[in-house]
Each structure stands twice: as structure tokens, then as C-alpha cells.
Nanobody, 115 residues
Framework: QVQVFESGGGLVQAGGSLRLSCAVS????????IIWYRQAPGKQRELVAL???????KYPDSMKGRFTISRDHAKNTVYLQMNNLKPEDTGVYYC?????????WGEGSLVTVSS
């Protein structure tokens, strides 16, 4: 079983930046993929960014340019750097660790972007 814990959310003005952290209890090299999702109020959860065990990263076209996923293997932590934030980026950001065929989720981190 993998424990997942997100942190780093908060209130930020439009145009600002935040960095979210996703700490996992297993080595990031052993986890097939670590994925950031977000869920805005009243909307479905959507993919934000993914990093695979070998370090490959993927982003939906809508997230390219302002969001960057990275990792620190020594800390077993994946980061999501978010720049030039917009009010529509408001939501709960979740981290999903895909490990041995199962998904392990954190409880989410709330990001609020004010206009």
C-alpha cells in the first residue's frame, strides 16, 4: 500500500504561482506513474500532469506552458509548479500514485485563485 499526501495549496491572486507537493511512501522509481488531477467546483476531475517511473512527463494540451511536474527521488516527492494562475485554476488538486496495478489517492490540496 502506498500513502499519498498533498500539500502546498492555498489562496493566491491571479497571475501568481504555487508549488504543490505530493509525498509518497514508496520510491518514485517504483511507482508506475504519479498523476496530478484537479476538480473545480461543480466540474469533473481532470488530468493536470503525469510523471512516469522513468521520468517521462505528459500534460494535456490545455495545461502545457503554465504547469510543470517534477520529482525529487531522495524525498519521494513529486511537485507541481503552477505559474500565471487564473481563477479557473481554482479547485482541489489530487495526487494519484499508480502502483502495482492499483491507484492510491491523497486527500487533495485546495487551490483558490482570486481575480
Amino acid at each position: 500500500q502506498v500513502q499519498v499526501f498533498e500539500s502546498g495549496g492555498g489562496l493566491v491572486q491571479a497571475g501568481g504561482s504555487l508549488r504543490l507537493s505530493c509525498a509518497v511512501s514508496e520510491s518514485v522509481f517504483s511507482i508506475n506513474a504519479i498523476i496530478w488531477y484537479r476538480q473545480a467546483p461543480g466540474k469533473q476531475r481532470e488530468l493536470v500532469a503525469l510523471i512516469s517511473a522513468n521520468g517521462d512527463t505528459k500534460y494535456p494540451d490545455s495545461m502545457k506552458g503554465r504547469f510543470t511536474i517534477s520529482r525529487d527521488h531522495a524525498k519521494n516527492t513529486v511537485y507541481l509548479q503552477m505559474n500565471n494562475l487564473k481563477p479557473e485554476d481554482t479547485g482541489v488538486y489530487y495526487c494519484d500514485a499508480e502502483y502495482l496495478g492499483r491507484d492510491y489517492w491523497g486527500e487533495g490540496s485546495l487551490v483558490t485563485v482570486s481575480s
